[in-house]
């Protein structure tokens, strides 16, 4: 069984402030990651995917992927209260089960002014 | 938005009825895939499609079929609607390209009484 992790949170931190976000897989094989925020009664919206070890960055989000850990993370810098959401891990295995996305039960993120 | 919509956006059926979900696509992506959401558990995959009359099943496809006779078109059908199958319901599209990164169309909540 596949498996995503995240903490269900809520997490919480002032507005300003950098909301650090983290999963981790169970796919050792595991060869693409995505995050996806979520706002309340809404569909997942794609933020960010990364494949190699190391950070990417794209305006005031980073991914960091981490292989060997088998831990993947995002910061928002420079939180907003429109960054209020629930943040959806989700991994990509690769051969056979390409194009299959195993998610992780998503982090509730709450930015307060 | 990636061209997707889905109808019905709202339903309320009665146990033991069938119920047919239709997923619709303007921008001719080959993979199509359905989802359910519940607190809980998250993202599920229930069914998808790499073509037109090619699909297979995911995680969760007891009770669920599926249908792509047109590229545009992927319908989801439960056979004999359960109150397990209260859910919110998205479809998504994977993007063209090496990415394999989904796009989710805006979701049917679905009520079984």
């Known amino acids: 069984q596949k498996e995503v992790e995240q903490n269900s949170g809520p997490l919480s931190v002032p507005e300003g402030a950098i909301a650090s976000l983290n999963c981790t897989y169970s796919?050792?094989?595991?060869?693409?990651f995505f995050w996806y925020r979520q706002y309340s009664g809404k569909s997942p919206e794609l933020i960010m995917f990364?494949?190699?070890?190391g950070d990417k960055e794209d305006g005031r989000f980073t991914a960091q992927l981490n292989k060997a850990s088998q831990y993947v993370s995002l910061l928002i810098r420079d939180s907003q209260p429109s960054d209020s959401a629930t943040y959806l891990c989700?991994?990509?295995?690769?051969?056979?089960?390409?194009?299959?996305?195993?998610f992780g039960q998503g982090t509730i993120l709450t930015v307060h002014p | 938005d990636a061209g997707i919509t889905q109808s019905p956006r709202h339903k309320v059926t009665e146990t033991g009825t069938p119920v047919t979900l239709r997923c619709h696509q303007t921008?001719?992506?080959?993979?199509m895939y359905w989802y359910r959401q519940d607190p809980g558990h998250g993202l599920r995959l229930i069914h998808y499609?790499?073509?037109?009359?090619?699909?297979d099943k995911g995680e969760v496809s007891d009770g669920y079929s599926v249908s792509r006779s047109k590229t545009e078109d992927f319908l989801l059908t439960l056979e004999s609607a359960t109150s397990s199958q209260t859910s919110v319901y998205f479809c998504?599209?994977?993007?063209?390209?090496?990415?394999?990164?989904?796009?989710f169309g805006p979701g049917t909540r679905l009520l079984v009484l």
């Open positions: 989700a991994v990509n295995a690769g051969g056979t089960s390409y194009g299959k996305l195993t």
């Open positions: 990364i494949y190699s070890n």
């Open positions: 796919d050792r094989g595991s060869q693409s």
């Open positions: 998504a599209i994977q993007s063209s390209g090496s990415s394999v990164a989904q796009y």
């Open positions: 921008e001719n992506h080959r993979y």
């Open positions: 499609s790499y073509g037109v009359k090619d699909t």
